[in-house]
């Protein structure tokens, strides 16, 4: 029975390629990197998540409704809530590349950036 409990898990290396982001620069460097970069996919993961769980929830919401027009308009708002939410996150994705762009660096990945500040003379 202990061995049941006793599994090996691993390593936690990052969530599919997130996890080889920085492997070649200084282990504080590379620390830091991996961990703005798996948030970055995290957080993106979880607001998808949390819009498709919302679309559900209005959707039901509105079925569910029977005719009532507040728990329609209930409803309406939380759907479009929903799409400004996801708009918000897409919007503010493209806004960091482009002020990255501007900038002369990649801010979403952060590997690159540290990279050629340290192997600038």
């Known amino acids: 029975m202990s061995n049941l409990l006793a599994a090996n898990l691993g390593t936690l290396e990052g969530l599919g390629p997130l996890g080889q982001i920085g492997a070649d620069l200084p282990t504080a460097l590379s620390s830091f990197s991996r961990i703005i970069s798996v948030t970055i996919g995290i957080l993106t993961i979880s607001a998808g998540t949390w819009f498709i769980i919302q679309m559900f929830m209005g959707a039901f919401q509105w079925l569910s409704s029977g005719g009532d027009k507040q728990g329609a308009e209930n409803a309406r708002k939380r759907l479009t809530n929903a799409v400004i939410g996801l708009f918000i996150v897409v919007a503010s994705y ?7 762009l501007v900038f002369g660096f990649d801010i979403l990945s952060p590997a690159k950036v540290f990279n050629t500040v340290i192997s600038t003379p």
């Open 94 to 100: 493209a806004l960091i590349s482009l002020v990255g």
